[in-house]
């Protein structure tokens, strides 16, 4: 007989099972600055992205696999282009609160359409009156699966799609998980700036890597979900490293330069690759907008991920003396050196950018 051929969710490579849903992903920019968390819905999302925008705060986008079970998601944020470019060849739904021009002439050149939801524009979002007069604005505006349905019917936007993996190549979930070759790492530090981190642990009980955020007034803490209080872990973390420079911005904005970051995908580059407590050096590839992010091994094979939910780092080159790992007891080159960033400098970039986001 014929072998039935893997058929894996797109997101995580898992079964289907018989409430699956074949949609449209939804991508939902989240805030991730340090005085706006705890974020909600984080726990029930498949795939994370952690990228630095300006003032070298880093942000998040959150993609779930359909609306239908969406939970509170929050806070929503602004979009940026070195997001749009990574989700574009999902063709989800991308959900944001404002927009930078530069984000703005991808989404027209790509004709995205009513895939694009600017809470700006729609009222997609609502503020948390819990949060409001204790937070940040920026940091109180939150979605549901209520919402964004309604934004569907009303604009007869499709959401069916029988979507295989864009960026995977999944070990098929009826065979045993693959054991990576390299060194043991069960603790992983990622430094994307001078005031914002991002640390794993590994947990051998659920075979997943536990979260937790950095911030210069409590230092390290477990990153949970407000919504359960559960912790974020992944089964698998990608830490890929490309050059990240400033847009030129020719001016025009009263509050000053937004310092929008200018990531570079056209040439590929190194990363590494955690699972099961090990890790292995990889090579990823990207190119155009409409182009898939690529992964493989050293020698230019597909890389095979184990199934599960995946955080994905695209991380400044400049950061890579800072990036380290530790396995078994003994650890690796590249310990982590103790930055010394102003915030007060990051929150006025951002401030700024907000301020072209609504132009």
Do not use: C
């Not at 070759?181 to 991002?198: E, L, N, P, W």
């Amino acid at each position: 007989p014929t072998a039935v051929p893997f058929d894996g969710q797109p997101l995580t490579g898992e079964a289907k099972g018989d409430g699956y849903v074949a949609s449209r992903p939804v991508a939902i920019m989240i805030n991730n600055r340090s005085d706006s968390r705890p974020t909600r819905g984080l726990s029930q999302a498949d795939l994370l992205y952690e990228i630095m925008v300006e003032g070298g705060i880093t942000r998040f986008m959150a993609v779930f696999p359909n609306l239908e079970t969406l939970p509170e998601v929050g806070p929503v944020r602004s979009a940026r282009d070195q997001f749009f470019r990574l989700i574009r060849p999902f063709q989800a739904l991308y959900v944001h609160v404002g927009r930078s021009a530069i984000t703005q002439q991808y989404i027209d050149d790509t004709q995205y359409g009513d895939l694009d939801v600017n809470g700006l524009n729609v009222q997609i979002a609502y503020r948390d009156p819990a949060r409001e007069g204790s937070y940040p604005t920026d940091a109180t505006a939150f979605t549901n699966s209520e919402k964004l349905t309604s934004y569907v019917t009303k604009n007869s936007v499709d959401m069916s799609r029988a979507l295989t993996s864009p960026i995977f190549d999944f070990v098929d979930y009826r065979e045993p998980a693959r054991t990576l070759t390299g060194d043991s790492a069960t603790s992983v530090s990622i430094v994307h700036s001078a005031s914002y981190r991002t640390a794993f642990d590994y947990d051998a009980a659920s075979n997943t890597y536990l979260t937790s955020l950095y911030s210069r007034s409590a230092g390290y803490t477990p990153m949970k979900d407000e919504n359960n209080g559960q912790r974020i872990a992944f089964a698998n973390v990608f830490v890929l490293f490309t050059t990240i420079t400033q847009y030129p911005y020719p001016g025009g904005n009263p509050h000053g330069n937004p310092d929008y970051k200018k990531v570079d995908y056209d040439f590929g580059g190194v990363g590494f690759y955690f699972n099961g407590g090990k890790v292995e050096k990889i090579r990823w590839s990207k190119g155009p907008t409409d182009y898939p992010l690529l992964f493989t091994d050293e020698n230019g094979n597909s890389l095979k991920v184990n199934d599960g939910k995946s955080y994905i780092g695209v991380v400044s080159l400049d950061e890579y003396d800072n990036f380290s790992y530790t396995g078994s007891g003994d650890a690796t080159a590249n310990p982590v050196k103790t930055n010394t960033g102003d915030d007060a400098a990051a929150s006025a970039a951002e401030q700024a950018a907000d301020a072209a986001d609504a132009g």
